[in-house]
């Protein structure tokens, strides 16, 4: 018997999406074992919700065993960060075999006990697993994109490599991504195909248009072509398609020779009481040899870093000088509400050349920042972004280092003229978020940074893209975490790469111990959604360059010791008895369509990855705008959704939000949820209990997953929990929830 796959699939698309998650082809043979449909591949424990197609890969056995069945969950991995991954970016994962009706080994034959291996999906590369046997039992982890599980009898324990019979087969979910591919391919009558021939567009007048320069139907300009990534092909369908709004350029009809070049960022030292000018305006970016507008505050890139000590007040004088309104969120800080700069809730947007005030308190040490809250999609990814790191007093809140950089990262999206214009009366790339093929560190493609051999550098790391998650390294060199959001961690962590959401921070310490060049590196997993593949991608983001000099003073003995943080670990504990009660509220987010051209439609099989850490079908994604989709938070008690929730707390509450990510939605992705004004911890995923907890304003919910927050409502007033995706924003991803005063 022979498997398929080691050749592409030959199979109908209508046939692989009518198999049965965790399915495996097999020439001549596909049964479905006894009581699969009783197989529901939940966490036992109270308050279990289902983990859904991402996380339940289904074991068939082989037909002389009908009545065996098995199911593997891929539960996720206790991690400082919302995933797990490995440096290269591949979700780890821990197997929970559940299996019922397995015979004893010795019936089979010569054989004492049955024993699990992973392969990739050639069936090379194999691990060898656990031990099977009836029961719930855990069979190891694994960092595999796609892969498969074997169950075979084996004559002993200590067995190496799979010799003995096979009994159990299944594939993981991921691979139903390959329907795609087949998709493409020949097959039988009956089957869908995706082309062409396929795909009638001629009524399709929202989004029909020629490519190159194409004048959309709405007005506004012409679209360019926006680039396409190394190794993707242009999707079938999609040529004819641009955007159903006008295209959006910064200063248009303004002579660019009156705009002023933009100079890089500026330190501002504040003190208690201290005011800040803080002006928007259009700035001229030399990048890569080519000039273009884009904007900036108080003409810098990114805007000015400041520094403030905890617990100082200062007043921010704002002025906007752009061409659209605008105005300043103070991310993550907790704040008096009036000052938190959300259009629509606190404040009206400030037109164009208009000003604002606001009183910014700090009340927690740590790295925040602040952006636009209108249009974040056009007027952040632009520019519009700068940190403040807030000091703590107390001289040991971190372990010592030689030196700190604070680094803003972030992308942006070039053609051959420039940023790629944005949607001006909805956001384009609302399916998946902007993702730029230019990466930046404070605004610049190219970061370096000089230091001495065995200095430890504290990096101070912010995610301001608009939709691109990251995974850092710094060339293999030891790196621990301290801090995320709003403090510090129970205790300091060692870690091979750190995983940032658009909108998270996080402090590393990084020791250099070796001379020469250092690449600071994101390294991802690259999705091709039309052939459902991965690849290594690898940017480098800078370079730190390591002199021959030794550091003094040498802080290796402090740096080797991982340190705990008694105030965490303190509130930790005091919070410890609202961990295990049932959720005070919930909220499942979700994707409606609407007027989808059919060739985008096809591309929406309902099945994704935990994360997207690329734009692997750029061409669906641009076209898609907020006219044609909506995100969702919706609430299932009630049944509203977006801005029709209605929550109100009293100030001092603890609430326990559990955030569901349907993985039935026609694209479930991860969102980064941002909560304003309020702290939280990360209490689980899936039902996995966090181990080391830090107090955050922005969390992770990956595709598929069950994610339970425990909310301090200290701040009284009316806020904002919202995507931190900028396009999934602007295409109604919010709600407001209101803290009264006690």
């Known amino acids: ?12 698309a209508v046939a692989f999406l009518s198999l049965p998650l965790g399915a495996v082809w097999f020439e001549g043979l596909h049964t479905t074992p006894a009581g699969f449909a009783e197989t529901s591949c939940i966490r036992r424990d109270e308050g279990a919700v289902p983990l859904g197609a991402l996380h339940c890969l289904q074991l068939f056995p082989t037909p002389d065993l009908p009545t065996v069945t098995a199911v593997v969950e891929l539960a996720p991995i206790a991690s400082p960060f919302g995933v797990a991954v490995d440096i290269d970016g591949k979700a780890r994962y821990a197997l929970i075999a559940e299996v019922s009706g397995l015979p004893g080994a010795h019936t089979l034959g010569d054989y004492t006990t049955y024993v699990a291996w992973a392969y990739t999906l050639t069936l090379d590369q194999p691990i060898r697993l656990g031990e099977v046997r009836n029961g719930r039992v855990l069979l190891g982890e694994i960092a ?43 097959a039988p009558p009956g089957a869908i195909v995706v082309g062409r021939a396929a795909i009638d567009t001629s009524g399709d007048t929202t989004h029909a248009a020629a490519h190159g320069s194409a004048t959309n139907p709405t007005g506004g300009g012409s679209w360019p072509m926006p680039p396409t990534p190394p190794g993707m092909s242009v999707m079938p369908g999609m040529s004819a398609h641009v955007p159903s709004v006008a295209p959006f350029r910064p200063g248009t009809g303004i002579d660019p020779a009156t705009i002023a070049a933009a100079r890089p960022r500026e330190v501002v030292a504040l003190a208690d009481g201290d005011t800040l000018n803080l002006d928007a305006q259009l700035v001229r970016r030399t990048i890569g040899g080519a000039t273009f507008t884009m904007y900036g505050f108080n003409g810098q890139y990114p805007g000015p870093l400041l520094r403030v000590a905890q617990n100082a007040t200062i007043v921010v004088r704002f002025r906007n000088r752009i061409d659209l309104p605008s105005a300043v969120h103070w991310h993550g800080v907790r704040l008096e509400n009036r000052s938190d700069g959300a259009v629509g809730v606190t404040q009206d947007a400030v037109p164009p050349g208009g000003t604002f005030v606001y009183r910014v ?45 604070v680094l803003l990262l972030d992308d942006l999206l070039v053609g051959d003229d420039g940023p790629i214009p944005h949607g001006a009366a909805s ?109 290594q991608e690898i940017d480098t983001l800078g370079l730190v360059l390591v002199d021959s000099v030794r550091a003094t003073p040498d802080h290796a003995t402090a740096f080797a010791r991982l340190r705990g943080a008694s105030d965490i670990a303190a509130d930790v504990a005091r919070l410890r008895p609202h961990f295990a009660r049932p959720p005070d509220r919930e909220l499942v987010l979700a994707l409606r369509t609407r007027r989808l051209p059919p060739a985008v439609a096809q591309m929406l099989t309902g099945v994704n990855v935990p994360v997207d850490w690329n734009d692997g079908m750029p061409m669906v994604n641009w076209v898609t705008t907020g006219n044609e989709i909506e995100w969702l938070l919706r609430e299932p008690a009630t049944g509203r959704e977006n801005m029709d929730v209605a929550w109100r707390f009293r100030q001092g509450d603890l609430v326990r939000l559990r955030l569901v990510n349907d993985p039935s939605s026609a694209h479930a992705m991860a969102h980064p949820v941002h909560l304003h004004g309020q702290r939280f911890l990360v209490l689980s995923r899936n039902g996995v209990p966090g181990d080391n907890l830090v107090w955050k304003d922005t969390a992770i919910i990956p595709a598929g997953e069950t994610v339970e927050l425990l909310v301090e409502m200290s701040n009284p007033g009316r806020w904002m929990l919202h995507c931190h995706i900028a396009e999934h924003l602007s295409a109604g991803m919010m709600m407001v929830f209101e803290v009264e005063k006690r």
């Open 1 to 12: 018997m022979r498997v398929l796959q080691s050749r592409p699939f030959a199979i109908s």
């Open 144 to 186: 595999y994109d796609q892969f498969r599980i074997l169950v075979s009898a084996e004559p002993s324990t200590k067995v190496r490599e799979r010799t003995g019979r096979l009994v159990l087969r299944g594939t993981s979910p991921s691979t139903r991504l390959l329907a795609h591919r087949d998709l493409m391919q020949s």
């Open 361 to 405: 308190h700090f009340r927690d040490a740590g790295i925040y920042w602040y952006h636009p809250h209108a249009r974040e999609d056009i007027q952040q990814d632009l520019g519009l972004a700068g940190n403040i790191l807030v000091q703590s007093p107390r001289r040991d809140y971190y372990g010592p280092a030689n030196r700190e950089d």
């Open 427 to 535: 956001p384009t790339h609302a399916l998946m978020g902007r993702f730029g093929n230019l990466l930046l560190v404070n605004g610049d493609p190219r970061y370096r940074l000089s230091v001495k051999r065995g200095e430890v550098v504290r990096f101070h790391l912010t995610n301001a893209a608009s939709a691109r998650f990251f995974n850092l390294s710094f060339g293999g060199a030891p790196m621990k975490v301290v801090a995320s959001d709003v403090g510090r961690f129970e205790r300091e962590a060692w870690v091979h790469s750190v995983v940032l959401a658009p909108a998270e921070r996080y402090v590393v310490d990084v020791r250099f111990t070796a001379t020469g060049t250092v690449a600071l590196t994101n390294r991802v997993r690259a999705l091709d959604h039309m052939f459902g593949t991965f690849s």
